[in-house]
């Protein structure tokens, strides 16, 4: 299983950004996926979880900034990020986990991702 981000870069407050995670190695709807982002000297935290259906969990600091699509005959998931803020500085990660039988529901926490990508930068600057 292999997680491959791509990108991130620079941009001044108030601009867009679209991320991708390249999945490979797995049955991509096999999979619950969601994305990370980690700031310096904090705690990474959900950006996106992606559930079942199709049906999108935003964090609530994005919510109508951030918008996930998936290409499932590529096997990639993208964030489009607009309206970017300094807050918004991080690096983000996209992250699996084989969900088995069930279903893809509400947001887990990040131990429960055991596959992650190498991430990719964002910063935003005011």
């Known amino acids: 299983v292999q997680l491959v981000e791509s990108g991130g870069g620079s941009v001044q407050a108030g601009g867009s950004l679209r991320l991708s995670c390249a999945a490979s190695?797995?049955?991509?709807?096999?999979?619950?996926m969601a994305w990370f982002r980690q700031a310096p000297g904090k705690e990474r935290e959900g950006v996106a979880y992606?559930?079942?259906?199709?049906?999108?969990i935003y964090a609530d600091s994005v919510k109508g900034r951030f918008t996930v699509s998936q290409d499932n005959g590529k096997n990639i998931l993208y964030l489009q990020m607009n309206s970017l803020k300094p807050e918004d500085t991080a690096m983000y990660y996209c992250a699996a986990f084989p969900r088995g039988g069930g279903l893809c529901v509400g947001r887990y926490p990040r131990n429960r991702y055991n596959y992650w990508g190498q991430g990719t930068q964002v910063t935003v600057s005011s």
């Open positions: 992606i559930n079942s259906g199709s049906t999108i």
């Open positions: 190695g797995y049955t991509y709807s096999s999979y619950c």
